[in-house]
Nanobody, 126 residues
Framework: QVPLVESGGGLVQAGGSLRLSCAAS????????IGWFRQAPGKDREFVSA????????VYADSVQGRFTISRDNAKNTVYLQMNSLKSEDTAVYYC???????????????????WGQGTQVTVSS
């Protein structure tokens, strides 16, 4: 088990910023990749961003490229998602997930991840 806890969500006006955190427990946090996904009401969960276990690689969905930045601090067992220039279409529940099985590849599909957090709500008002 890899407990993951998201935080940092809230209500923000369009154009504003939020920073989400994904905290994990366990000594092996630094050995697995972390992804962020989101699910808007009535829509499927979609990929947002992912970061490799060693900070060497990151990947972003086209919809957030240039506005969101993913980073991690392995000493704090935490991954961050800095979200700038937020839009109303960014409104969703945001989830972080851990991939323990494929450290060589950053996944963009739900099936690539083994453990999930409970999510944090982000609401962007226009």
């Amino acid at each position: 088990q890899v407990p993951l806890v998201e935080s940092g969500g809230g209500l923000v006006q369009a154009g504003g910023s939020l920073r989400l955190s994904c905290a994990a427990s366990g000594r092996t946090f630094s050995t697995y990749n972390i992804g962020w996904f989101r699910q808007a009401p009535g829509k499927d969960r979609e990929f947002v961003s992912a970061i490799s276990w060693n900070n060497g690689r990151t990947v972003y969905a086209d919809s957030v490229q240039g506005r969101f930045t993913i980073s991690r601090d392995n000493a704090k067992n935490t991954v961050y998602l800095q979200m700038n220039s937020l839009k109303s279409e960014d409104t969703a529940v945001y989830y972080c997930a851990a991939d323990l099985s494929r450290p060589w590849r950053l996944g963009a599909n739900e099936a690539d991840y083994d453990y999930w957090g409970q999510g944090t709500q982000v609401t962007v008002s226009s």
